[in-house]
T-cell receptor, first 110, second 112 residues
Framework: DQQVKQNSPSLSVQEGRISILNCDYTNSMFDYFLWYKKYPAEGPTFLISISSIKDKNEDGRFTVFLNKSAKHLSLHIVPSQPGDSAVYFCAASDDYKLSFGAGTTVTVRA | SQTIHQWPATLVQPVGSPLSLECTVEGTSNPNLYWYRQAAGRGLQLLFYSVGIGQISSEVPQNLSASRPQDRQFILSSKKLLLSDSGFYLC???????????FGSGTRLTVV
């Protein structure tokens, strides 16, 4: 049973516009959430994270929002750049073990 | 600085053959170690994790096994591969009680 879900397998956005990636979870014990970015044939790399006691965390062009009551988080990328084209995984931690979503492939168009 | 090495990068194996994938971490001691698999069209599935030498926890019953013979070495094995074992295998490490995982570069396994 998948506890972390990314229901949009792909997203296409024009360069300079905002990319919004969504993630839903079912386990109320999750206390920390992360986003990872993955290029083909490489391992995922850490992008940004948020603790369950916060509702927003910002790092440069990347902002993560957490809505605990809805068990939903989102990643905003503004402005989107060609180098942002990759697969983005949402992850949630329960006792320091990460559960990952299926990923969203982002394509940034010139 | 800490580094994680995973090999081989790609592997094509016939059904029924054995498997051994190796992962080593440098620059840290007593790391938590993980094996994940990414099957086609699916997310990252946790297969095994280890918090110390000889301590292996299995998350999913399957055709695979893991071992940790040394503090910074994690091995994924199979005695007889199945077609369904094909996928992208990732090793990762983290510090105890830390959320951030660092992943290796992965192994693309194709069982034919």
């Amino acid at each position: 049973d998948q506890q972390v879900k990314q229901n949009s397998p792909s997203l296409s956005v024009q360069e300079g516009r905002i990319s919004i990636l969504n993630c839903d979870y079912t386990n109320s014990m999750f206390d920390y959430f992360l986003w990872y970015k993955k290029y083909p044939a490489e391992g995922p790399t850490f992008l940004i994270s948020i603790s369950s006691i916060k509702d927003k965390n910002e790092d440069g062009r990347f902002t993560v929002f957490l809505n605990k009551s809805a068990k939903h988080l989102s990643l905003h990328i503004v402005p989107s750049q060609p180098g942002d084209s990759a697969v983005y995984f949402c992850a949630a931690s329960d006792d320091y073990k990460l559960s990952f979503g299926a990923g969203t492939t982002v394509t940034v168009r010139a | 600085s800490q580094t994680i090495h995973q090999w081989p990068a790609t592997l094509v194996q016939p059904v029924g053959s054995p498997l051994s994938l190796e992962c080593t971490v440098e620059g840290t001691s007593n790391p938590n170690l993980y094996w994940y698999r990414q099957a086609a069209g699916r997310g990252l599935q946790l297969l095994f994790y280890s918090v110390g030498i000889g301590q292996i926890s299995s998350e999913v019953p399957q055709n695979l096994s893991a071992s940790r013979p040394q503090d910074r070495q994690f091995i994924l094995s199979s005695k007889k591969l199945l077609l369904s074992d094909s996928g992208f295998y990732l090793c990762a490490w983290s510090r105890t009680n830390h959320y951030g995982y660092t992943f290796g570069s992965g192994t693309r396994l194709t069982v034919v």
